[in-house]
């Protein structure tokens, strides 16, 4: 929090999230997921996974609040400047991955923080330049990196299961 990090936040508004849909609060439930989705896009992945269990009426209602809520930067500041803005956030962290990871620290995910503990990394390219080897492995950058990415895949793979059985259950 300190930091400005979020993410416990919004995990947090998935999971009341999940609990409100077990309880039948569609609208409440539709609306976290939706603010989450404006705060970090993540949420908004499990729009396929309700639409996979046949959770229609809180797909849409995340598509609806998420598009209300995306739509308040143009009334905001109208069309021009909001279509900038979202522009500028593209190239800045979904078009411009490669530059976001040499700007940021190496482990703020869990690919990179595989790459930092299975592999030796270059740290003078970074914003983290004084730090210290920490590898524990030497796997090649390559191969920690395709590590890091089927951890991340296991993760949200249980991620997501588990918040599907918690909604279910609960209804």
Request: hydrophobic content about 55%.
């Amino acid at each position: 929090v300190r930091s400005a990090n979020v993410h416990v936040l919004v995990v947090l508004m998935v999971l009341a999230a999940a609990v409100g849909w077990g309880a039948g609060q569609q609208r409440g439930a539709g609306s976290l997921i939706a603010a989450g989705g404006a705060i970090k896009v993540f949420p908004l992945y499990l729009v396929p996974v309700l639409a996979i269990v046949r959770e229609w009426r809180l797909s849409l209602r995340v598509l609806g609040f998420s598009a209300a809520l995306w739509a308040v930067p143009f009334v905001a500041f109208g069309t021009g400047r909001a279509t900038d803005l979202y522009l500028q956030w593209w190239q800045d962290v979904g078009g411009n991955v490669d530059r976001l990871r040499l700007e940021s620290r190496l482990d703020v995910s869990l690919e990179s923080a595989a790459v930092r503990w299975l592999s030796p990394v270059d740290y003078s390219l970074r914003i983290d330049r004084a730090y210290p080897q920490v590898n524990v492995l030497n796997l090649g950058t390559d191969r920690a990196r395709q590590t890091g990415r089927v951890l991340t895949l296991l993760v949200a793979l249980v991620s997501l299961i588990t918040f599907v059985r918690l909604g279910l259950s609960m209804a």
